[in-house]
Structures are given as C-alpha cells and as structure tokens.
C-alpha cells in the first residue's frame, strides 16, 4: 500500500542546515509529484515545495533561497534540505503525494518534528 | 499568493449536529479547493477535492460546496470521530495555500 515517511533530526542548532528524508512505498517517484509541507506548533500548515514526477522541482518563495529538495528514484526518496535555520523554523515536516489527476495530496506521511535550538 | 481565510477558528458542536465551515480565497480559484482532516496525533488526510468530491473512503456526511471565491465543507451528523482540525488548501496557483484551521470541539 501506498507509504510516505519522514526521518530527520529532531534537534538542529540555530544557523545550520537541516536534512530530512521522505521514504516511499507503494508508488514510483517517476509517477507521482510529492509536496513537502510544514505545522509550527499550533499552527496552521505551509506549503513548502514539490518535487516533480519528472524531476523537476517548485519552491515556495517564502524559503527564498534556503530550500532544496531533489530525489533518488532508486531508492525511493525525496529529500529536503534548508539552511540557515531560525527558531521560528520550528514545525513538523510532512511529505505528501500529489493525486495524479488532480492537485490534493491523497497521501501524506506522519511528520517528523524538528526543533531549532539556539 | 492567494490567502485563504477560514473561518470560524472555533467551532464547538455536539454529536448529531450539522456544522459548516467556511473558506474564503482572496481571488477566484476556479473550484480548485481541497478539505483536510487533521487528528489530535498529527495525522492529515484528505477529505474532499476539487470543491465537492468525496475522497474514497470517507463517510458521505462529509459534503463540500462551492464556486469563485467561497466554498464550504459541511458535516450533515457528527460522529465523535469528526472532532478535529480542518483545514482548506487552493491548488489553483502556487504557492499552494491553506487556510488558517477550524478546530471542532464537543460542546
């Protein structure tokens, strides 16, 4: 069945750069879009940035420059990747899967929470 | 970018009821819009695409409407199960927005 998880730290120090892995399962990354998007604690969820089934990628222009994201089809996993960590950079990071026919995320993995500590 | 204004933050209800709740895009997002279910434990998932389809799997008291600017999800008869955040998200144009959540509690 179809499968998104996140791993990454749960503690990044205030200037670095954080790393977190979307693993998935069920579906092939050539097929599908995945969208990575973001919760601060109590709060509502942002948009961050999608890898595209042809291996292109679409950014929020809000991370301006700050955020990667890229993939490795053999092993299933889109990474993303975002430097100069603030504390208000705080949030669970989701993975989610684009339905291939329309533009809602049909699939999303639980999250992993990472904190920046100064 | 497109805002999507939710409303309301709040909305305490009690089982049985019939609720809406409201999503407001700051331009026409052409029925462009999606209903999520956020659960005490973190987890998302979809409720509703494209204005008024029904994600498979998800109980017909579920029901979303539509067009231009406004749109609404409606529940026709809470179960205890329905007690969650909500949240609406455009796909018309990027960046992709959400609006800010609607928490239904049991009065």
């Known amino acids: 069945q179809v499968q998104l998880k996140e791993t990454g730290p749960d503690l990044v120090q205030l200037t670095q750069t954080l790393s977190i892995t979307c693993t998935v399962s069920g579906f092939s990354l050539t097929t599908y879009n995945v969208h990575w998007v973001r919760q601060p604690p109590g709060k509502g969820l942002e948009w961050m940035g999608a890898?595209?089934?042809?291996?292109?990628?679409d950014y929020n222009s809000a991370f301006k420059s700050r955020l990667s994201i890229s993939r490795d089809t053999s092993k299933s996993q889109v990474f993303l990747k975002m430097n100069s960590l603030q504390t208000d950079d705080t949030a669970k990071y989701f993975c989610?899967?684009?339905?291939?026919?329309?533009?809602?995320?049909?699939?999303w993995g639980q999250g992993v929470m990472v904190t920046v500590s100064s | 970018d497109i805002q999507m204004t939710q409303s309301p933050s709040s909305l305490p209800a009690s089982l049985g009821e019939r609720v809406t709740i409201s999503c407001r895009a700051s331009q026409g997002i052409s029925n462009n819009l999606n209903w999520y279910q956020q659960k005490p434990d973190g987890t998302i998932k979809p409720l509703i695409y494209y204005t008024s389809n029904l994600q498979s799997g998800v109980p017909s008291r579920f029901s979303g409407s539509g067009s231009g600017t406004d749109y609404s999800l409606t529940i026709s008869s809470l179960e205890p199960e329905d007690f969650a955040m909500y949240y609406c998200q455009q796909d018309a144009s990027f960046p992709r927005t959400f609006g800010g959540g609607t928490k239904l509690e049991l009065k």
């Open positions: 989610a899967r684009q339905n291939p026919f329309f533009g809602y995320f049909d699939y």
């Open positions: 890898m595209w089934n042809g291996g292109g990628t």
